[in-house]
C-alpha cells in the first residue's frame, strides 16, 4: 500500500499529478490512500507529529509518500526513512523526524537519483513518487540510495504542547499522546481551562472539554461546536498540562 501525507489539498492538480505518476510505475498493482492531504501549509513540525499518530494505523510494508516541503528546490535533502518496516519518501526538513525517533529500529538513506525531468518545485511528482513505486513493487533502488547515518534534521519523541491540526469541525488536535496525560489533567490554551470527558456526549451541548481521540492523542472539541473559533485556537498555538 501507498499512503499520500501532503499539505497539497484537493482543490488544485497536484494530488492528481502524483497518482498518475504512481499508478504508471506500478501498473496500477499497489492500492493508493489519501491519508490526509490537508496537513498544516509548510509545517513539517505539526505535520511529524501528526504522521507519527496516523501512521500507528498502517502494516509493515506500507510506504507513504509524505510531502510538506516549504524548502523544495533547495539544499535540504530527499530521503528514504525505514521506520520499524514502514518506509517513508520525503524531505529531511524534520517532517519524518519524529516517526524516526519513536521507532524501535530505523534506518536513512539519502536519494541521489534524479529524474531526466525534475522540476525545481515539485519533487512530490518527480522524485519522491517514482522512488515510492518502486519500493511498493519490491524493485529496492539500491543504486539510487546513499546511506546516511541518520536524518539530518531531527526531533525528539517527546510530544508537543501544541495544535498541531484543525479539522472540519473545529476540534482541534494536539502534539500530546492521550497516554502521557493524566485522565483528569486540566489543559489550558491562552483563553480557557478545559477538564477532560470521554466522549461528546459525556458533555452539555456547547461544552468544551477534551479527550483521547481515535488516534491517540489529546483534542480539544466543543459538543455540536467549534473549539477553533470559540477559543481562537490556530495551528501553533500552545497548550499546557495543569496538575
Known amino acids: 500500500m501507498i499512503a499520500l501525507y501532503t499539505d497539497f489539498g484537493l ?3 497536484y494530488v492528481g499529478q502524483m497518482k498518475a505518476v504512481l499508478l504508471r510505475q506500478t501498473g496500477g498493482s499497489i492500492p493508493i490512500v489519501d491519508l490526509l492531504h490537508r496537513v498544516p501549509n509548510f509545517d513539517p513540525l505539526a505535520g511529524a507529529h501528526l504522521l507519527s499518530a496516523l501512521q500507528a494505523q498502517f502494516d509493515p510494508g506500507t510506504v507513504f509518500v509524505a510531502v510538506v516541503d516549504p524548502g523544495v528546490g533547495s539544499e535540504r535533502l530527499p ?3 525505514e521506520a520499524d518496516g514502514k518506509y517513508y519518501v ?6 519524518l523526524a519524529v516517526v524516526a525517533a519513536r521507532a524501535l529500529r530505523c534506518r536513512a538513506w539519502r536519494i541521489t537519483w534524479r529524474p531526466s525531468r525534475l522540476s525545481a518545485s515539485f519533487h512530490g511528482r518527480d522524485l519522491f513518487a517514482p522512488i515510492a513505486a518502486r519500493i511498493a513493487i519490491g524493485n529496492w533502488p539500491a543504486d ?4 546516511c547515518a541518520s536524518l539530518t534534521e531531527r526531533l525528539s519523541g517527546n510530544d508537543l504542547p501544541q495544535i498541531i491540526y484543525l479539522d472540519h469541525y473545529g476540534n482541534a488536535m494536539t502534539g500530546w499522546r ?7 489533567a486540566t ?9 477532560s470527558a470521554r466522549v461528546f456526549s459525556a458533555v452539555p451541548i456547547g461544552q468544551v472539554f477534551w479527550y483521547e481521540n481515535s488516534l491517540g492523542l489529546v483534542e480539544i472539541a466543543v459538543n455540536r461546536g467549534h473549539a477553533a473559533a470559540r477559543l481562537n485556537l490556530v495551528v501553533g498555538a500552545p497548550v499546557a498540562l495543569l496538575a
Open 178 to 184: 492521550a497516554a502521557n496525560v493524566a485522565p483528569d
Open 90 to 95: 520525503g524531505p529531511d526538513n524534520g517532517l
Open 144 to 147: 539510487d540510495l546513499a546511506d
Open 187 to 195: 489543559i489550558a490554551t491562552p483563553s480557557e481551562h478545559i477538564a
Open 79 to 81: 530521503v528514504v526513512l
Open 11 to 13: 482543490d488544485d492538480p
